[in-house]
């Protein structure tokens, strides 16, 4: 079955504005905005919009993540890693064992696909 979702306009869909599970502020008073637009049908994945204000946080992840960067620069660095600096334009991936820090430099707005567990 195909199902077409289009759904680049957020307007009238109430963003869910609390921290996500598993990120913590550890530097400066960073906000965030997530927008679920679309849920698989049998509930094993979701996908949406987030924004961030500058500043850091660090993550835990627990599920996998597609990101497609359409604003911002992040610094993201893994616990023990080197960091990797993504600006828009860019797409990765990020592991559902990754930990370690974002650090918002530039206000971000993203699209993301995460696959749920």
Do not use: C
């Amino acid at each position: 079955m195909l199902t077409i979702s289009k759904h680049a306009d957020v307007t009238g869909v109430a963003p869910i504005t609390e921290i996500l599970d598993g990120w913590v502020v550890t530097k400066g008073n960073p906000e965030m905005k997530t927008w679920v637009m679309h849920t698989s049908e049998d509930g094993s994945m979701i996908s949406g919009y987030w924004e961030a204000t500058p500043g850091t946080y660090h993550a835990t992840y627990s599920e996998y993540e597609f990101v497609h960067l359409i604003e911002g620069k992040i610094i993201i660095t893994a616990d023990g890693q080197s960091p990797v600096t993504v600006s828009a334009g860019d797409a990765f991936v990020v592991e559902a064992s990754f930990k370690g820090t974002w650090e918002i430099v530039k206000s971000v707005r993203k699209h993301f696909d995460i696959k749920l567990k």
